[in-house]
Structures are given as C-alpha cells and as structure tokens.
C-alpha cells in the first residue's frame, strides 16, 4: 500500500522561507517521479515541480525561489521554499508517479502573510 505523508506547512511572513515534506512508504522515490503540486483557494490544482532521474523541473512562477530534492535513504522528497510571497498561499500536494500510476498525499497548508 502506498502512502505519502506531507509535513513541513505553516504560517510564515512573506519573505521567509518553508522546507516541506513527503516522506513515502510502498514506493521508491529515487525510481519513480516525484512532484509538487498546490491548490491556492478558490482555485485549480496547479504543478510545481518535479523531480525524475537527475531533472529538476519548475514552474516559472517558483523557478529560483524552490528547491526540490530528495533524500534516497530516507525515501523522502523535500520542497525548499525560499522568498515566500502571498501568491504562495496553498495547500502542497505530493504525488508520485511509478508504473504507470499515481499517488497523492493529503496535503499540507502554507499561508504567507504580507
């Protein structure tokens, strides 16, 4: 059974910075694909980065603020969150891509105060 848990959302002034995490369980994150995702209120669902092989990809709107990485031997994939800006505001999701299927965690809250 595959399990994702996302840690690391808070509230936090803009400008500052979060580190979040999803620590995984019944997958491999060094083999599958591993994203970031948020959902700002009253809107869509909408991709932040990736990490697969040796890319990292971003969208433009976090490119040079976020950093995602992971941590192999913790099976652990973490989003460093730097500059934070009121627009950041959303619930983080993680999900995770292998064999063709995909798993979503539940989601961890970042609200940035101006």
């Known amino acids: 059974q595959v399990q994702l848990v996302e840690s690391g959302g808070g509230l936090v002034q803009a400008g500052g910075s979060l580190r979040l995490s999803c620590a995984a369980s019944?997958?491999?994150?060094?083999?599958?694909?591993m994203r970031w995702y948020r959902q700002p209120p009253g809107k869509q669902r909408e991709w932040v980065a990736t990490?697969?092989?040796?890319?990292?990809i971003y969208a433009a709107s976090v490119k040079g603020r976020f950093t995602i990485s992971r941590d192999n031997a913790k099976n652990t994939v973490y989003l460093q969150m730097n500059n934070l800006k009121p627009e950041d505001t959303a619930v983080y999701y993680c999900n995770a891509e292998q064999d063709t299927r995909d798993y979503w965690g539940q989601g961890t809250q970042v609200t940035v105060s101006s």
């Open positions: 990490v697969t092989g040796g890319r990292l």
């Open positions: 019944g997958l491999t994150v060094s083999i599958s694909v």
